[in-house]
């Protein structure tokens, strides 16, 4: 009995530890710093390159901030094209243009390491391994 005890607490500590380094290295969007570096608009689509700034946390709880680039290209325009990544936008109805249209709901945390943006992505190789 004391035998599994002592493998149960293992496995339990092994897992808090996971579970914490894993939180403890992400990013959040600022929603207001996304600027457009090219925008090219044709009849074929759109093409869009922006920076976002992201307020990015390591595995000592130190802060930095990393400007991600982001490049898309587009076919149509149904309003959530070029967001910055982690941020959320939900669908509601606008009495003002009688129609739904996508308004932000808040920026959530998340893994550079999923990011599209390869200096995100850069960055949580150095500090988050």
């Known amino acids: 009995?004391?035998?599994w005890s002592l493998i149960?607490?293992?496995l339990f500590s092994a897992f808090q530890a996971y579970s914490s380094n894993a939180w403890?290295?992400?990013c959040i969007?600022?929603?207001y710093s996304k600027k457009y570096i090219y925008y090219k608009k044709t009849w074929y689509g759109t093409k869009r390159?922006?920076?976002c700034e992201y307020k990015c946390q390591d595995m000592r709880q130190q802060q930095t901030v990393v400007v991600g680039t982001h490049e898309n290209w587009y076919m149509s325009d149904k309003g959530l094209e070029g967001i910055c990544d982690g941020l959320h936008y939900v669908n509601?109805?606008?009495?003002?243009?009688?129609?739904f249209v996508w308004t932000f709901d808040?920026?959530?945390?998340f893994d550079a390491s999923e990011s599209t943006s390869t200096e995100l992505k850069t960055w949580n190789a150095e500090k988050c391994r």
């Open 92 to 99: 509601r109805y606008n009495n003002y243009v009688k129609d």
């Open 24 to 26: 403890a290295c992400h």
């Open 49 to 51: 390159k922006w920076t």
């Open 29 to 31: 969007a600022d929603p």
């Open 8 to 10: 149960l607490f293992a």
């Open 1 to 3: 009995m004391r035998r």
């Open 106 to 109: 808040e920026a959530r945390h």
